[in-house]
């Protein structure tokens, strides 16, 4: 009985992994769509974030600076079709941010968030997860882009980096001297073959398979306690 509930648990797992695979590849083909009918007379409009938009996403005030003034600390604007945030630069005491399901190819106006701990930005249309060094930054989901490496990545307090369902091919990128506090890492639904590079032997949490078809290389290869 254990075997078939872990069985079922595991098909549950690959059919929701294969579900939001395939939701992603359907949106990439409406958005490349878009783009190539740029002949035809229409493109993408741009969409900036709007200070309506702002003002509805913005939550959680708390003290700032020597406690005698107050901030908000907390955004969220998902499925909003945002192809820019430049908006948010203004805006540095946030320290979570979702920019989840739009048109975002770009986070450089993020990097004077410098009091960021907390950022997801699933399912945008970003190359590459290459940002500036935010000191405090703990937690960053990046699940569901078109991003091809693992360069750029210099965070020293990330704990927690999520590149699920990306285009990933190579494991060179992360290193242990600028990501020393990294424990865990997901990897699913990318085209890693191999973990070859991979220098983190403070990871706890390594998760590679099924999608990934790929050998691992433990000789060259250091990683902490579990791969999955």
Not at 54 to 71: D, M, T
Request: charged share 25%.
């Amino acid at each position: 009985m254990e075997g078939e509930e872990r069985d079922g648990e595991e098909y549950t797992l690959q059919e929701e992994e294969e579900a939001a695979r395939s939701k992603q590849e359907e949106e990439e083909q409406v958005r490349e769509g878009a783009s190539e009918s740029a002949g035809c007379g229409w493109v993408l409009a741009p969409r900036p974030l709007t200070e309506e938009v702002l003002k509805e996403g913005l939550s959680l005030l708390c003290k700032s600076g020597n406690g005698l003034a107050h901030a908000y600390v907390k955004f969220e604007a998902k499925s909003k079709d945002l192809t820019d945030v430049s908006i948010l630069e203004r805006f540095i005491h946030l320290r979570y941010v979702d920019l989840s399901d739009n048109k975002l190819h770009d986070l450089s106006p993020l990097s004077s968030l410098t009091h960021l701990l907390w950022l997801k930005v699933d399912g945008n249309l970003l190359s590459s997860a290459c940002m500036q060094e935010l000191p405090y930054l703990q937690i960053i989901s990046f699940a569901h882009n078109r991003i091809k490496d693992m360069e750029g990545i210099t965070h020293p307090r990330l704990a927690n980096l999520s590149l699920k369902g990306n285009k990933i091919q190579t494991a060179l990128g992360l290193s242990h001297s600028q990501l020393f506090s990294l424990q865990i890492l997901e990897l699913r639904g990318n085209k890693l073959e191999s973990t070859a590079g991979l220098n983190l032997p403070k990871l706890k949490n390594l998760y590679l398979l099924p999608e990934n078809k790929l050998i691992v290389h433990h000789s060259e290869t250091k990683i902490g306690e579990a791969i999955s």
